[in-house]
């Protein structure tokens, strides 16, 4: 099972200018579409005197949640070639927005769709690539006596600890890579009275 993706590590930011009109182009790692709306509101208020702010997206280890804007250029020219540079680096969980300012020569329709896509792919390899681990979360509840025999299974199998409270019931929500998430449970139910919730 392929249980990792491909994303950008920060922010970056690159310029392509085509006669005389300039494209800044924005690339940031986004998570889910509340994130994509709230940088595209702050982008829209930024660059409110800009021609236009186009963007393209895609979000999910599948890759299969994307969305392309044209944002008012001719339909294709725009969001269709960034998310083409998007889908040439095999990228996921990216937002990429290219901001226009018009040089007062039109480039025609190739020219743009040209513009837009040079545009994305300077902001890509102005990035780090970085490759994802895709992640389960199990929430375990059990009782106090049982810690011990627990903890030693997440020693072993070692997956990161987003959350423990340890009580007469103690609760915890471990984090681990797909492929192995079904090796911890199967362990973790071997452990008498222990009650899962896999996310």
Request: proline share 3%; hydrophobic share 40%.
């Amino acid at each position: 099972m392929d249980d990792t993706y491909k994303t950008i590590s920060h922010p970056s930011e690159a310029l392509f200018k085509e006669k005389m009109s300039r494209f800044i182009a924005f690339a940031l790692p986004v998570r889910n579409v509340d994130e994509v709306k709230s940088h595209l509101d702050k982008f829209q208020k930024e660059y409110y005197d800009a021609r236009h702010v186009c963007y393209a997206y895609m979000l999910g280890a599948e890759r299969n949640e994307f969305r392309a804007n044209d944002n008012g250029e001719p339909s294709g020219t725009a969001g269709k070639p960034i998310l083409g540079q998007i889908n040439s680096f095999d990228l996921t969980n990216i937002l990429i927005v290219v901001v226009r300012y018009f040089g007062g020569v039109k480039l025609g329709t190739g020219g743009l769709a040209v513009a837009y896509r040079e545009a994305a792919r300077l902001a890509i390899i102005e990035n780090e690539i970085i490759e994802k681990t895709v992640d389960e979360d199990i929430s375990i509840v059990f009782e106090y006596p049982l810690l011990n025999e627990v903890m030693r299974i997440v020693k072993d199998e070692n997956p990161e600890i987003i959350r423990q409270v340890f009580e007469m019931e103690c609760e915890m929500t471990l984090r681990i890579r797909k492929s192995s998430a079904e090796k911890l449970q199967t362990k973790l139910m071997k452990v008498d009275s222990v009650r899962i919730t896999a996310h």
